[in-house]
Nanobody, 124 residues
């Protein structure tokens, strides 16, 4: 069983920055792609960023491209999401998830383990 624990969420003013972390249990972190999803009240969960197992290939949703950066440290079993120039519409619960294989995936059905989520609130 893999456990994913997110941290780093909080309240920030528009234009500010936050860095989310996701620590994974187990010894296989470096063998799987990872993703960051978010879900705002009344909206569907969306994939905002993903990264392949080695960290060499990434995906970003159009809504966050140029503002968010996904990265990973396989030696530390940790996934990161650096969020800059935050907007009120970025307010959501952010989840990290483990992909079912090595390659970048966008669809939530291609992820098998999920963290509990961390709240990000951006005030205007």
């Amino acid at each position: 069983q893999v456990q994913l624990v997110e941290s780093g969420g909080g309240l920030v003013q528009a234009g500010g920055s936050l860095k989310l972390s996701c620590v994974a249990s187990g010894r296989t972190f470096g063998s799987y792609s990872m993703g960051w999803f978010r879900q705002a009240p009344g909206k569907e969960r969306e994939n905002v960023a993903a990264i392949n197992s080695s960290g060499g290939n990434t995906y970003y949703a159009d809504s966050v491209k140029g503002r968010f950066t996904v990265s990973r440290d396989n030696a530390k079993n940790t996934l990161y999401l650096e969020m800059d120039s935050l907007k009120p519409e970025d307010t959501a619960v952010y989840y990290c998830a483990r992909g079912r294989g090595r390659f970048v995936n966008v669809l939530s059905g291609m992820y098998d383990y999920w963290g509990q989520g961390t709240q990000v609130t951006v005030s205007s």
